[in-house]
């Protein structure tokens, strides 16, 4: 039986989220986009009212929440601002690793803390050599005792500079190739962890990106996640389930791309008739709907699935690698509709197209995805 219908739990959600960045996320974006400020007090009251680490176990004090409803959150959030967002969200990326290796003792060790008061994590996979080609990977983590001593360069990580750990994936076996690699969580205050300056990005600017460097970063053996060489098998399994998520924010910049221009459509005129009026304008904007309505779609079809325990490699590429070009296209042809204006940073759209572009690159490229559902489709024949 197919049922589009939202329970009441995830409506309440989706109005918890909607409301919250209607009053507190929205009037703040254009400071924080400007000044390229980390959203610390937006973080501290979403963390309050529950909006923060939705995914976390139970037994961490958590909610235990599926990708489905979180996915549903973060749209209503990212329609606001998706740098903001991705701020608020990017624990759930980092803890993802730890959710699925389920070990009790780590994350209630890492994550519990989380849940007692605001904190953050970073997911340390990029380097500045390897990021599409996870498999690349050349930090190296050498066991000695009962310790691990890590070595490596990451690139691009997300908040790190107000991360009180990383999951971190090094090479425990050089000559094994992906096999080879294992995953850590590392304190962000182990001595031989730097951060480096903040990356001034053209997009997300609310975001914190940043690069990390760890030399001779001694950690517990204890900190392992699972057995290693299980550490790319334990990454791949991790973007299943942040990729709907991802595929989300990606959503909601063709909603808040269509809604912007479909409002200064019907306002501006040009010929005597609003904009809106002609078919060159108007089918830009069905054009958008019509990606909007697909995307939420493959998003909550791609969070459905795993939470279902199901296999969703496939179809978490295929949202994510659609909602990351319907959003570059919807923000790209709303900044046309707005004509002179959009090109101005006083106008709303220059900066979903600045936001948009990020969506084709991080978490997997736009042609990852593609490759990854190709894989799935000849090898897998799924």
């Not at 624990?91 to 519990?112: H, Q, R, T, W, Y």
């Not at 060489?229 to 989300?248: Q, Y």
């Not at 296999?311 to 909602?323: E, H, L, V």
Request: aromatic fraction near 10%; hydrophobic fraction near 40%; include cysteine.
């Amino acid at each position: 039986m197919l049922n589009f219908e939202l329970t009441d739990t995830q409506k309440d959600l989706q109005k918890l989220a909607k409301d919250f960045a209607e009053k507190e996320i929205k009037p703040q974006v254009e400071h924080h986009d400007r000044e390229a400020k980390f959203p610390l007090e937006i973080a501290q009251k979403a963390f309050e009212v529950g909006l923060m680490n939705p995914g976390f176990p139970e037994y961490v004090g958590g909610m235990g929440l599926g990708i489905t409803e979180e996915v549903i959150m973060a749209e209503e959030l990212g329609v606001a601002c998706t740098g903001i967002s991705t701020a608020l969200y990017a624990n759930m990326l980092a803890s993802a690793p730890l959710i699925v290796v389920d070990d009790k003792e780590i994350n209630k060790k890492f994550m519990g803390p989380m849940m007692e008061e605001l904190q953050f994590a970073s997911y340390c996979v990029t380097e500045p050599g390897a990021g599409s080609d996870v498999a690349g990977v050349k930090t190296t983590a050498k066991k000695v005792g009962d310790e691990y001593v890590i070595n490596g360069s990451k690139q691009w990580i997300t908040g790190a500079k107000y991360a009180k750990w990383f999951y971190v994936l090094a090479s425990t076996d050089a000559d094994a190739g992906h096999k080879g690699l294992t995953g850590f969580v590392v304190a962000a205050d182990t001595p031989g962890v730097t951060v480096h300056k903040k990356e001034d990005m053209m997009g997300q600017r609310a975001s914190s990106t940043h690069a990390v460097t760890f030399e001779d970063v001694k950690i517990p053996a204890a900190n392992r996640l699972s057995d290693e060489g299980e550490g790319f098998k334990i990454t791949m399994k991790a973007f299943d389930k942040t990729r709907p998520g991802v595929a989300a924010g990606a959503t909601s910049i063709i909603r808040a791309a269509l809604e912007n221009a479909k409002n200064y459509s019907m306002e501006r005129s040009a010929f005597g008739v609003p904009i809106a009026m002609h078919q060159a304008v108007s089918f830009m904007i069905a054009e958008m709907a019509i990606k909007y309505e697909a995307a939420r779609m493959l998003t909550w079809r791609s969070a459905w699935m795993i939470d279902r325990h199901e296999r969703n490699t496939k179809y978490a590429s295929i949202a994510k690698g659609f909602a990351a070009d319907a959003a570059m296209e919807s923000a790209t042809n709303a900044v046309q509709i707005f004509g002179g204006y959009g090109y101005s940073r006083e106008y709303p759209v220059e900066k979903l197209m600045r936001d948009a572009k990020i969506y084709q690159i991080y978490e997997g490229t736009s042609q990852i995805q593609r490759l990854i559902i190709a894989k799935e489709l000849f090898l897998r024949n799924a």
